[in-house]
């Protein structure tokens, strides 16, 4: 099996539609965004470093709103429009790096791992149960889903540590520990792997169970994994 790639931990001259930007800082890394005021940069409110004054913020209504708040979840995100330049981060160690989305294309993200994302792309978010123990016991956890519907755009996202990416063929597979994904295409199965330790020194310890990821797709591997609380 080709192990995973580490990706680009720095990035000098970044293009999005509408966006140049760069990202910089080896410990906490920062998103620096210039909007030429063609296409607007939508965020949760907390992830903003620092901002020019002359670009517009506002709020930007999510799809599920009201399953979001009952859940516990941010119902709103936040938008910058015109031209001027715009930070993020997210106040924590790890890698923030580009997902460029062709029209047409889409990709799976992990709950707390999103940055940012051009107005091109669509945000939807579902609750997942099928693998639920693995992670948060019987409580289940969301995953974003961003779309280029229209057109092309971009999505930053967030990883802890440094993020890998391995690219499946299809029916590879790879086991991954379950808070160790970022991202996967929608192509990309997931099903519990559970090993029992029940022989030698380890009997009766315990199990180790892992994410088992099917082909074909990408995938993206965080190695600070962490178990983040989740609500129904």
């Known amino acids: 099996m080709n192990p995973p790639q580490i990706l680009p931990s720095r990035i000098r001259e970044g293009l999005a539609p509408g966006v140049s930007y760069l990202v ?3 410990l906490v890394p920062m998103l620096h965004c210039s909007l030429d005021g063609s296409m607007p940069v939508y965020f949760e409110h907390h992830v903003v470093l ?19 708040m009952v859940a516990g979840r941010e ?4 938008e910058a429009r015109g031209e001027g330049d715009i930070a993020f981060s997210r106040d924590a160690p790890g890698q923030v790096f580009p997902l460029e989305l062709p029209r047409g294309a889409s990709i799976l993200v992990r709950e707390h791992q999103f940055l940012a994302a051009t107005g091109s792309v669509r945000y939807s978010a579902s609750h997942l149960k099928g693998i639920s123990n693995n992670l948060f016991g019987d409580s289940g956890f969301w995953v974003d889903h961003f779309e280029a519907k229209d057109s092309d755009g971009v999505v930053w996202l967030h990883g802890f540590g440094n993020v890998f990416e391995k690219q499946l063929d299809p029916g590879e597979e790879i086991d991954v520990e379950p808070g160790g994904w970022v991202y996967m295409d929608p192509e990309v199965r997931m099903r519990p792997a559970v090993y029992g330790l ?16 099917r ?10 994994y962490l178990h983040l609380p989740s609500g129904d």
Do not use: H, Y
């Not at 082909?215 to 600070?224: A, D, E, K, T, Y």
């Open 24 to 26: 910089e800082g080896e």
């Open 215 to 224: 082909g074909p797709g990408r995938v993206g591997i965080q190695s600070m």
């Open 50 to 68: 620092w901002k020019d004054p002359r670009l517009n913020i506002r709020l930007k209504a999510v799809r599920g709103a009201v399953r979001r």
């Open 198 to 213: 029940r022989t030698g020194i380890f009997a009766g310890v315990g199990e180790l169970v892992f994410n088992r990821l």
């Open 75 to 78: 119902v709103f995100l936040t």
